[in-house]
Protein backbone atom coordinates (compact mmCIF):
# COMPACT_ATOMS: atom_id res chain seq x y z
CA UNK A 1 0.00 0.00 0.00
CA UNK A 2 1.02 3.53 -0.64
CA UNK A 3 2.81 5.02 2.06
CA UNK A 4 4.80 8.61 2.98
CA UNK A 5 6.31 8.54 6.67
CA UNK A 6 7.56 11.18 7.70
CA UNK A 7 10.56 12.30 10.29
CA UNK A 8 9.64 12.56 14.10
CA UNK A 9 8.81 16.17 15.87
CA UNK A 10 11.67 18.66 16.82
CA UNK A 11 11.56 20.84 19.20
CA UNK A 12 14.05 23.88 17.99
CA UNK A 13 15.11 27.26 18.83
CA UNK A 14 14.69 30.52 17.17
CA UNK A 15 17.10 31.13 14.74
CA UNK A 16 17.74 27.73 14.10
CA UNK A 17 16.78 25.42 10.67
CA UNK A 18 15.11 22.19 10.91
CA UNK A 19 14.90 19.16 8.21
CA UNK A 20 11.87 16.58 7.83
CA UNK A 21 12.23 13.96 6.02
CA UNK A 22 9.13 12.11 3.79
CA UNK A 23 10.08 8.33 3.04
CA UNK A 24 7.68 7.14 0.44
CA UNK A 25 6.89 3.24 -0.79
CA UNK A 26 3.96 1.40 -2.49
CA UNK A 27 4.70 3.52 -5.79
CA UNK A 28 6.95 4.49 -8.31
CA UNK A 29 8.68 7.57 -6.34
CA UNK A 30 10.30 9.03 -9.57
CA UNK A 31 6.74 9.20 -11.39
CA UNK A 32 5.29 11.52 -8.47
CA UNK A 33 5.69 15.47 -7.25
CA UNK A 34 5.83 15.67 -3.62
CA UNK A 35 4.06 18.87 -2.10
CA UNK A 36 4.61 20.06 1.61
CA UNK A 37 2.22 21.64 3.52
CA UNK A 38 1.94 23.33 6.40
CA UNK A 39 -0.74 23.74 9.01
CA UNK A 40 0.22 26.11 12.37
CA UNK A 41 -2.32 25.88 15.39
CA UNK A 42 -6.24 26.47 14.64
CA UNK A 43 -5.20 27.08 11.15
CA UNK A 44 -6.37 25.92 7.71
CA UNK A 45 -3.67 24.02 5.17
CA UNK A 46 -0.69 26.11 3.66
CA UNK A 47 0.44 24.83 0.50
CA UNK A 48 4.75 25.74 0.75
CA UNK A 49 5.85 23.75 -2.86
CA UNK A 50 6.60 20.40 -4.59
CA UNK A 51 9.29 18.87 -5.46
CA UNK A 52 9.22 16.82 -8.78
CA UNK A 53 10.11 13.22 -8.52
CA UNK A 54 11.18 12.88 -11.88
CA UNK A 55 13.69 16.15 -12.37
CA UNK A 56 13.83 16.97 -8.99
CA UNK A 57 12.59 20.42 -10.09
CA UNK A 58 10.84 22.50 -7.39
CA UNK A 59 8.24 25.18 -7.24
CA UNK A 60 8.00 27.42 -3.88
CA UNK A 61 4.83 29.59 -3.01
CA UNK A 62 6.12 33.29 -3.19
CA UNK A 63 5.70 33.63 0.50
CA UNK A 64 8.43 30.48 1.27
CA UNK A 65 11.00 31.58 -1.38
CA UNK A 66 14.50 32.04 0.47
CA UNK A 67 12.51 30.64 3.79
CA UNK A 68 12.97 26.82 2.38
CA UNK A 69 14.40 24.24 0.50
CA UNK A 70 13.07 21.15 -0.69
CA UNK A 71 15.53 18.12 -1.75
CA UNK A 72 14.71 14.63 -2.56
CA UNK A 73 16.77 11.13 -3.16
CA UNK A 74 15.47 9.21 -4.84
CA UNK A 75 17.70 6.56 -4.11
CA UNK A 76 16.05 6.44 -0.65
CA UNK A 77 12.34 7.17 -1.88
CA UNK A 78 12.53 10.40 0.38
CA UNK A 79 12.02 14.10 -0.03
CA UNK A 80 13.06 16.50 2.30
CA UNK A 81 11.89 19.91 3.81
CA UNK A 82 14.87 22.33 5.37
CA UNK A 83 12.97 25.35 7.20
CA UNK A 84 15.82 28.46 7.68
CA UNK A 85 15.82 30.63 9.90
CA UNK A 86 13.29 29.69 12.43
CA UNK A 87 10.40 32.21 14.06
CA UNK A 88 8.28 31.54 16.57
CA UNK A 89 5.42 31.68 13.81
CA UNK A 90 7.18 28.52 11.86
CA UNK A 91 5.31 26.36 14.40
CA UNK A 92 3.08 24.23 12.52
CA UNK A 93 2.55 20.82 12.09
CA UNK A 94 4.37 20.26 8.24
CA UNK A 95 2.57 17.69 6.15
CA UNK A 96 3.89 16.21 3.09
CA UNK A 97 1.87 14.80 0.24
CA UNK A 98 2.07 12.95 -3.31
CA UNK A 99 0.39 14.56 -6.26
CA UNK A 100 -2.17 12.77 -7.84
CA UNK A 101 -1.47 10.42 -11.37
CA UNK A 102 2.31 12.47 -11.82
CA UNK A 103 0.18 15.54 -11.60
CA UNK A 104 1.67 18.49 -8.58
CA UNK A 105 -1.55 18.58 -7.70
CA UNK A 106 -4.79 17.21 -6.43
CA UNK A 107 -3.04 15.68 -3.14
CA UNK A 108 -4.00 12.28 -2.66
CA UNK A 109 -1.70 10.64 -0.01
CA UNK A 110 -0.36 12.17 3.05
CA UNK A 111 2.30 11.86 4.99
CA UNK A 112 1.18 11.31 9.00
CA UNK A 113 2.63 15.08 9.66
CA UNK A 114 5.75 16.42 11.74
CA UNK A 115 5.35 19.03 14.31
CA UNK A 116 8.05 21.32 14.26
CA UNK A 117 7.72 24.08 17.68
CA UNK A 118 9.79 26.72 17.70
CA UNK A 119 10.80 27.77 21.39
CA UNK A 120 13.70 29.97 23.14
CA UNK B 1 -6.06 35.20 4.16
CA UNK B 2 -6.85 33.07 1.61
CA UNK B 3 -8.37 33.73 -1.90
CA UNK B 4 -11.08 30.85 -1.36
CA UNK B 5 -13.56 31.71 0.57
CA UNK B 6 -15.91 29.39 2.68
CA UNK B 7 -18.64 29.82 5.52
CA UNK B 8 -17.15 28.76 8.67
CA UNK B 9 -19.64 26.39 9.78
CA UNK B 10 -22.35 24.30 8.42
CA UNK B 11 -24.88 22.20 10.47
CA UNK B 12 -27.43 19.82 9.66
CA UNK B 13 -29.19 16.82 10.99
CA UNK B 14 -28.75 13.16 10.51
CA UNK B 15 -30.04 11.85 7.11
CA UNK B 16 -30.26 15.85 5.86
CA UNK B 17 -28.45 17.11 2.93
CA UNK B 18 -26.23 19.81 3.69
CA UNK B 19 -23.69 21.86 1.11
CA UNK B 20 -20.34 24.15 1.89
CA UNK B 21 -19.95 26.46 -0.79
CA UNK B 22 -16.03 28.08 -2.12
CA UNK B 23 -15.88 30.75 -3.68
CA UNK B 24 -12.65 31.72 -5.75
CA UNK B 25 -12.31 34.64 -8.60
CA UNK B 26 -10.50 34.78 -12.07
CA UNK B 27 -7.31 33.44 -11.17
CA UNK B 28 -8.13 30.08 -9.63
CA UNK B 29 -11.18 28.66 -10.51
CA UNK B 30 -11.41 30.33 -13.56
CA UNK B 31 -9.05 28.29 -15.49
CA UNK B 32 -8.72 25.22 -12.99
CA UNK B 33 -10.48 22.67 -11.26
CA UNK B 34 -11.08 22.64 -7.51
CA UNK B 35 -10.83 19.83 -5.35
CA UNK B 36 -12.28 19.62 -1.81
CA UNK B 37 -10.27 17.82 1.07
CA UNK B 38 -11.37 16.53 4.83
CA UNK B 39 -9.64 16.67 7.89
CA UNK B 40 -10.47 14.95 10.85
CA UNK B 41 -8.30 17.29 13.83
CA UNK B 42 -4.93 15.85 14.64
CA UNK B 43 -4.85 14.24 11.47
CA UNK B 44 -3.67 14.97 7.78
CA UNK B 45 -6.23 16.41 5.20
CA UNK B 46 -7.81 13.19 2.76
CA UNK B 47 -8.63 13.90 -0.61
CA UNK B 48 -12.29 13.96 -1.07
CA UNK B 49 -13.14 15.43 -4.45
CA UNK B 50 -10.94 16.25 -7.44
CA UNK B 51 -11.12 17.89 -10.91
CA UNK B 52 -14.43 19.47 -9.73
CA UNK B 53 -16.81 16.24 -9.07
CA UNK B 54 -14.43 13.15 -9.38
CA UNK B 55 -14.82 10.92 -6.21
CA UNK B 56 -11.05 8.82 -4.92
CA UNK B 57 -11.79 5.49 -5.10
CA UNK B 58 -13.38 4.52 -1.18
CA UNK B 59 -14.98 8.16 -0.84
CA UNK B 60 -18.81 7.31 -0.42
CA UNK B 61 -20.92 8.78 -3.15
CA UNK B 62 -22.73 11.03 -1.02
CA UNK B 63 -20.38 13.37 -1.03
CA UNK B 64 -20.33 15.08 -4.56
CA UNK B 65 -18.81 18.36 -5.79
CA UNK B 66 -19.81 21.23 -8.10
CA UNK B 67 -18.29 24.36 -10.04
CA UNK B 68 -19.66 26.86 -11.73
CA UNK B 69 -17.94 29.91 -12.73
CA UNK B 70 -15.73 31.28 -9.62
CA UNK B 71 -17.93 29.46 -7.09
CA UNK B 72 -17.74 25.59 -6.15
CA UNK B 73 -19.98 23.32 -3.86
CA UNK B 74 -19.35 20.07 -1.95
CA UNK B 75 -22.77 18.60 -1.15
CA UNK B 76 -23.19 15.86 1.40
CA UNK B 77 -26.09 13.77 1.40
CA UNK B 78 -27.43 11.70 3.98
CA UNK B 79 -25.56 13.53 6.53
CA UNK B 80 -23.70 11.02 9.40
CA UNK B 81 -22.28 11.51 12.27
CA UNK B 82 -18.82 10.92 11.52
CA UNK B 83 -19.55 13.73 8.67
CA UNK B 84 -18.73 16.08 11.48
CA UNK B 85 -15.03 17.67 10.75
CA UNK B 86 -13.73 20.73 8.60
CA UNK B 87 -13.61 20.57 5.36
CA UNK B 88 -11.41 22.82 2.54
CA UNK B 89 -11.31 23.42 -1.12
CA UNK B 90 -8.11 24.16 -3.02
CA UNK B 91 -7.03 24.87 -6.46
CA UNK B 92 -4.38 26.09 -8.52
CA UNK B 93 -3.76 29.91 -8.43
CA UNK B 94 -2.49 31.18 -11.82
CA UNK B 95 -1.73 34.84 -10.08
CA UNK B 96 0.04 33.77 -6.54
CA UNK B 97 1.42 31.09 -8.94
CA UNK B 98 0.32 28.66 -6.24
CA UNK B 99 -1.96 25.85 -4.61
CA UNK B 100 -4.13 27.30 -2.76
CA UNK B 101 -6.37 26.11 0.27
CA UNK B 102 -9.81 27.58 1.25
CA UNK B 103 -10.25 29.42 4.82
CA UNK B 104 -12.17 26.00 5.94
CA UNK B 105 -15.69 24.78 7.06
CA UNK B 106 -16.90 23.06 10.52
CA UNK B 107 -19.54 20.71 9.90
CA UNK B 108 -21.76 20.18 13.09
CA UNK B 109 -24.13 17.06 12.45
CA UNK B 110 -27.00 18.58 15.49
Known amino acids: QIQLVQSEAELKKPGASVKVSCKASGYAFNSHAVSWVRQAPGQGPEWMGWISGISGNTKYAHKFQGKVALTADASRNTAYLEVKNLRWDDTAVYYC?????????????WGQGTLVTVSS | QSVLTQPPSVSGTPGQRVAISCSGSNSNFGSNTVNWYQQVPGMAPKLLIY???ERPSGVPDRFSGSKSGTSASLAIGGLQSEDETDYYCASWDDSLNSYVFGTGTKVTVL
Open chain 2, 51 to 53: RND
Open chain 1, 97 to 109: ARGKNGYTYPLDY
